[in-house]
């Protein structure tokens, strides 16, 4: 126990144990009679067989005693197959039946093919259909991260990232934003999604920052609490509800620039030096309200705090999580982080991050050597029996809380709900909701389309679906490119305007010829510049800059028009380089997804500007992820700023700087 450090002070007292908590459930299986009845997988038959006495199956018994009679009834191989969760390209149907695998998940990317909504239903139910199978018929749970739409799918509707909705600011659209993700994703069988991301990032450099509502322990408590309700509907076992899985737990979002343990990587998968007061103060609260709004299942993080890393501490995944937090549902491992515990030595990390209470763990690919160790573990005595049992006991749990058990294969009926009409409406008003006007010339905005009859589009992003989603968009690191169903900023405001659009991806207008031969002008322009799409610690960025063909975009257009609005697509903010001196308008759009139209929507006046900033924007690198004692140290514009379409300060935020 030494190396978990001495305990800590528990914030409330009288919790019950995990242990205890098993023995409970153990004493309960043993006066069940144990029969030996095969139950068969249709629904039928699981209610012939819960009439037969099977109590696991019948939906009228608690679920604690479903619990304990089914695991009173499990082999040591089967409860050890509960707690493995393997992604699915690298296991086949036959073999979760073979192994008694409890779960299997679609990494980022991890699409069938082809990459259809039938493909995708086909794939689930064929895994469930495996698992049903096995002697006992216990359902396999599904997982994805669908952290923005049901994001891996192509042509489903792609929501802003959560950045975005943080600066909306608004629990009842992420909520409805929640809703739409689960229909969606329930559509191809899936029931369980990674996410509300929880981070409460404090330092922009890190390449997860848009995965995140805001720097602000109380927004991210506020929408990330409206995500899970949303997510989970309004009863667990209907058949669109999708368990929420907030993380990472705990303080992902604290960890310091240059700590990272991954090769490549910077202050991803790094070290939180937060002291234990910031860690409760700033990056639990988010956990609280997630739970209190219905999540059973979290996820630990890659990070690393003051005992190592997370997954393989015991006071922060039980005495924090199970005792502080009262947390009732399942703790699951991030992909391939039980490796990380003690690197080289995998049965330690195996032992260490089970005993610590990671409850099932995204292998994610070599599931019988994690078996094997798991299995080992158990036989050497280094993991108990009653601490496999507590972790099956909540894996099974939560199925029987979902309805698992009675309606286990995918629905037939909602796969038109998928990119449909009315969440692309959704997606759109999101969009325009979450943009933030940072500056804008009097009179300027919104864009008045009669007295414009030429207007100047440029920018990398400006008709790019990819790069407006950002990464975990289809792929798991995203791409530029037409990857999916959308519509891009230059086609919404194509649709939009009555003017002229000159589109130049790169501002080139020198070769566009005017009717009398003089160079191309316009009182407005408009450059849609950003970030590339990246995801995890592959967009941890050191100097959060504009490329040089953005910049060089900005200058290219900014001689041919009277006005310049510069719309920003991205991910977190970004230093403003000498280039936006002269820019009448800054828009930051940050990752809108596929429905570009709510950008058009504020730039023409259809929607007022609302949205404010959900982090701090900083004025140099320098002052990236430093302690502030004020909002505007070294910042630009502080958090919650934000301007109305006719620039006025929304709440009275001042910029940092007069001028700016
Ligand atoms: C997977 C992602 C995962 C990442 C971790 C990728 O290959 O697609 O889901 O997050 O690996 O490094
Ligand atoms: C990420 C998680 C994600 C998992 C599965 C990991 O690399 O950190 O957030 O849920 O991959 O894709």
Redesign the pocket.
Known sequence: MSRFGPRRYLGRSGVVSGATAVVVLLSACNTTTATTVVPANTPSSVSAAAVAGDRYLDPQAPVDERVADLLGRMSLDEKLGQMTLVEKGSISPDQVAEYHIGAVLS????SPRPNTPLAWREMVGAYQTAALSTRLGIPMLYGV?AIHGHNNLRDAVIFPHNVGLGATGDPELVEAIGRATAIETAATGIRWTYSPVLAVPQDVRWGRTYEAFGEDPELVSLLGAAMVRGLQGENLTADTSVLATPKHFVGDGGTAWGTSTSAGYQIDQGVTLAPETDLRANHLPPYEAAFEAGALSVMASYSSWENGKVHGDRFLLTEVLRGDLSFGGFVVSD?AAVDQVLPGDYYGSVVQSINAGIDLVMVPSEFELFLTALGGAVEQGDITQARVDEAVGRILDVKIRMGLFESPMPPEDLINQIGSSEHRELARQAVAESAVLLKTSPGLLPIDKDSTDTLLLAGTAANDIGIQSGGWTIS?QGSSGEITEGTTIYEALTAASGADIVFDRFGRFDSFTTLDGSPLVAPIGIAVVGERPYA?GRGDSGSLALSETDVEVIRRIRSRVDQLIVVLITGRPLILGEEFADVDAIVVAWLPGSEGTGIVDVLSGLQAFGGRLPYTWPKSIDSVGSIRSDPCDGATYPVGYGLSTDGLALDDTNACEVGQ
Do not use: K
Not at 107 to 110: D, F, K, L, S, Y
């Open positions: 990494g980022g990317g991890g991260d992909w798991w995890e």
